[in-house]
């Protein structure tokens, strides 16, 4: 089993920054990929970004150039940085975990709330 403890999130205006943390507990030899996904109310669940365990990212076309993945070298603690937030980035924001074969992991959720 993979624990997703995830942090940050909150309200901030249009064009600022926020930074979400997300550290996986477990049998964490079993991950191959993680990611934040995100659900506005009304919507379907989407990927935002992702990163393998090669270091290779992934980011929905929205976010691309605003948003940054990252990981720790030999750990699967994973941060989102955005900038430039706009209203339409507002959501729930999941943090993910494939292996493979194995059931993926989802952390609680945390809000992020873009508005004036």
């Known amino acids: 089993q993979v624990q997703l403890v995830e942090s940050g999130g909150g309200l901030v205006q249009p064009g600022g920054s926020l930074r979400l943390s997300c550290a996986a507990s477990?049998?964490?030899?079993?991950?191959?990929?993680m990611g934040w996904y995100r659900q506005a109310p009304g919507r379907q669940r989407e990927l935002v970004a992702s990163?393998?365990?090669?270091?290779?990212?992934n980011y929905a076309e929205s976010v691309r150039g605003r948003f940054t993945i990252s990981r720790d070298n030999g750990k699967w603690t994973v941060v989102l940085q955005m900038n430039s937030l706009k209203p339409e980035d507002t959501g729930v924001y999941y943090c993910?975990?494939?292996?493979?074969?194995?059931?993926?992991?989802w952390g609680q959720g945390t809000q992020v709330t873009v508005s004036s």
């Open positions: 990163v393998t365990i090669r270091g290779a990212t």
């Open positions: 477990g049998i964490i030899s079993t991950i191959n990929a």
């Open positions: 993910n975990a494939k292996r493979g074969w194995l059931p993926e992991s």
